[in-house]
């Protein structure tokens, strides 16, 4: 028959892709070409591809490509990887699938708008939250406003959860 290993097992971010080599051993004399396939994936926007899909007769690996869709919740999902040789004789193994947060963050303010008087000021929290375990710093840059205003933050860059925006017309 052919052998895979008893469990696979992978950890991959929603909207990212990660492989895995799979290898075949194959006992009891046999020969010839193996098939791969993956079924039964819990979650259709999970894919699992294989290069090659078919294992030659002398080769006895392939990568699988494991690719996790943006919009997959985080958690944890199962597969099941077949292995077909000559004569219909297959063996199959479980993949489970962990989907984490990737890794970034969003911007909020609060308030979300300013009313200012010419030659005023006023200010904004801009509020990071971070997801996917991202600790980096967050460099903020101001854009758009007409001739005359300007913004600045404080601190830039931050590693905190949150900076001031203050604007001046």
Same mark, same amino acid.
């Given at each position: 028959g052919r052998w895979l290993p008893p469990h696979i097992s992978r950890?991959?971010?929603?909207?990212?892709n990660a492989t895995s080599t799979v290898t075949i051993t194959r006992v009891g004399g046999l020969t010839g070409?193996?098939?791969?396939t993956a079924e039964a994936i819990?979650?259709?926007g999970i894919t699992v591809a294989f290069a090659p899909s078919t294992i030659a007769a002398a080769n006895t690996t392939s990568t699988a490509t494991v690719t996790v869709?943006?919009?997959?919740?985080?958690?944890?999902?199962?597969?099941?990887?077949? +292995?077909?040789?000559?004569?219909?004789?297959a063996t199959t193994v479980a993949l489970? =699938? !962990?989907? @984490?947060?990737?890794?970034?963050? $969003?911007l909020t303010t609060a308030p979300s708008s300013l009313s200012i008087a010419p030659g005023a000021a006023s200010s904004t929290t801009v509020s990071i939250a971070r997801t996917?375990?991202? +600790?980096?710093g967050v460099t903020?840059?101001?854009?758009?406003?007409?001739?005359? =205003? !300007?913004? @600045?933050?404080?601190?830039?860059? $931050?590693?905190a959860n949150s900076a001031a925006l203050s604007v001046n017309v």
């Amino acid at each position: 028959g052919r052998w895979l290993p008893p469990h696979i097992s992978r950890s991959i971010a929603r909207g990212a892709n990660a492989t895995s080599t799979v290898t075949i051993t194959r006992v009891g004399g046999l020969t010839g070409d193996v098939a791969l396939t993956a079924e039964a994936i819990s979650n259709a926007g999970i894919t699992v591809a294989f290069a090659p899909s078919t294992i030659a007769a002398a080769n006895t690996t392939s990568t699988a490509t494991v690719t996790v869709g943006a919009a997959v919740p985080a958690g944890s999902y199962s597969a099941t990887v077949r +292995a077909t040789g000559p004569g219909s004789v297959a063996t199959t193994v479980a993949l489970t =699938i !962990t989907v @984490t947060e990737a890794q970034g963050y $969003t911007l909020t303010t609060a308030p979300s708008s300013l009313s200012i008087a010419p030659g005023a000021a006023s200010s904004t929290t801009v509020s990071i939250a971070r997801t996917g375990g991202f +600790a980096g710093g967050v460099t903020l840059a101001i854009a758009g406003f007409p001739i005359g =205003i !300007t913004a @600045t933050t404080t601190p830039n860059p $931050t590693t905190a959860n949150s900076a001031a925006l203050s604007v001046n017309v």
